[in-house]
């Protein structure tokens, strides 16, 4: 199961740089996970500073 970025991003980037797939990218205002490519490892979910990822 991917994850997800709720409204609460604030399009910071820090999730970007710690996804091991590159499945996070700026989507339309604010990052978003490409649930295709991600692996669920849960490494982007403790960089987010506003908490704003969760499992789908």
């Known amino acids: 199961m991917a994850r997800k970025i709720t409204d609460a991003c604030v399009s910071c980037g820090a999730c970007e740089s710690s996804c091991p797939v590159g499945a996070i990218s ?3 205002g ?4 490409d649930a295709g490519a991600c692996i669920d490892c849960g490494a982007c979910e403790g ?3 506003t908490g704003a990822i969760e499992a789908e």
Not at 30 to 33: E, Q
């Open 47 to 49: 960089t987010c500073p």
């Open 26 to 28: 700026m989507g339309d």
């Open 30 to 33: 604010h990052m978003v996970i």
